[in-house]
C-alpha cells in the first residue's frame, strides 16, 4: 500500500495508479453518500417545519373546541396549537419545574400543575414560562395554582419525547427536562390523558409572575439552505476526485514520454 504515502504532487506509476483511484473512488463514494444523506435529512427536516407552520396558522385561525373534543386519543403534530377550553381544579401537591426552557428570546422555565377536569379526567397543565436571570438559580419554591375551580384556555400539546432521564421527575421540586405525559403520569397518584394544555388564559388570574408560552416562530430556518450545501459537498467530493485523476494521468504521460 506505499501508493498511497506518495507525495500530493505525484502519482504512482505502472499498475499501481488504479489501486490508487479504486481507494480514493471508495473513500470519495463513502463520503459522497452521507453528504447526501445529510442534505435529504435537512429537506425532511423542512418538511417538518411547513407542516408545523401549517398546523399553527390554522389553529389560529379555528374555534376553541371543548377539551373532550380533543383528550379522547393520543395527541399528535397535526393537533398542536388548537386552542381548547377546560375547566377544572388543580392539584398543587404535585407540581413540576421544566428546566432549559426559552420563550422568544428569553432563558427560564414552566410550570406543570394536574388539574382534575369537571368531566372527571385528569390532565397535565403547563401554566406558563417564567425568566430565570443568568446571575440566578431556579426557583426553590414553586409559585401555588389558583385554588377552588378554574377556567382555562389553552394550547393543546403533543407529549416530548428524549431520554427516560430527562422525562423523570429529580428532587427538589420533582425537576423535569421534557414534559411527556405517560411518564409524569406514572409517578402521580392517578392516569392521566395523553399530552398535556399549554395556557393562554386562566380564570381566576394566577400569581407567581408566569407568563403563556408562545407558539413557534413562523419561519423555516435554515434548513433548505443547509440541504444545498450538504449536496454541493458531495458533488465537491466527485468533482474532487476526478481531477486528482486527470493529474495523475497528466504525470504518469510525462514520466512515459
Do not use: C
Amino acid at each position: 500500500m506505499r501508493f498511497l504515502d506518495a507525495p500530493m504532487g505525484a502519482a504512482p506509476s505502472g499498475g499501481r495508479l488504479w489501486l490508487r483511484w479504486l481507494a480514493l473512488a471508495v473513500f470519495v463514494v463513502a463520503l459522497a453518500i452521507a453528504f447526501v444523506n445529510l442534505g435529504f435529512w435537512q429537506l425532511a427536516r423542512l418538511d417538518q417545519r411547513r407542516a408545523m407552520n401549517n398546523s399553527v396558522t390554522s389553529h389560529e385561525t379555528s374555534a376553541v373546541v371543548d377539551f373532550d373534543q380533543v383528550f379522547t386519543r393520543t395527541i399528535t403534530e397535526a393537533d398542536q396549537w388548537q386552542r381548547v377550553a377546560v375547566r377544572g381544579t388543580f392539584d398543587a401537591d404535585h407540581q413540576f419545574l421544566v428546566r432549559y426552557r426559552s420563550n422568544g428570546q428569553e432563558s427560564g422555565y414552566e410550570v406543570i400543575t394536574p388539574l382534575h377536569t369537571t368531566s372527571g379526567a385528569w390532565v397535565l397543565v403547563d401554566r406558563g414560562f417564567g425568566v430565570k436571570p443568568a446571575t440566578s438559580d431556579y426557583p426553590s419554591m414553586l409559585p401555588a395554582p389558583p385554588s377552588g375551580e378554574v377556567s382555562i384556555t389553552g394550547y393543546v400539546r403533543r407529549d416530548e419525547q428524549g431520554s427516560t432521564e430527562a422525562m423523570t421527575p429529580v428532587q427538589p421540586l420533582n425537576t423535569i427536562r421534557l414534559v411527556n405525559s405517560t411518564a409524569l403520569g406514572a409517578t402521580l397518584p392517578y392516569p392521566v390523558v395523553n399530552g398535556f394544555v399549554s395556557v393562554v388564559e386562566i380564570t381566576p388570574a394566577q400569581d407567581g409572575g408566569l407568563v403563556p408560552v408562545q407558539p413557534p416562530a413562523l419561519n423555516e430556518g435554515n434548513h433548505f439552505s443547509y440541504a444545498i450545501q450538504w449536496f454541493s459537498f458531495a458533488a465537491m467530493a466527485g468533482l474532487g476526485l476526478v481531477l486528482l485523476i486527470r493529474s495523475d494521468l497528466r504525470t504518469a504521460r510525462k514520466e512515459a514520454s
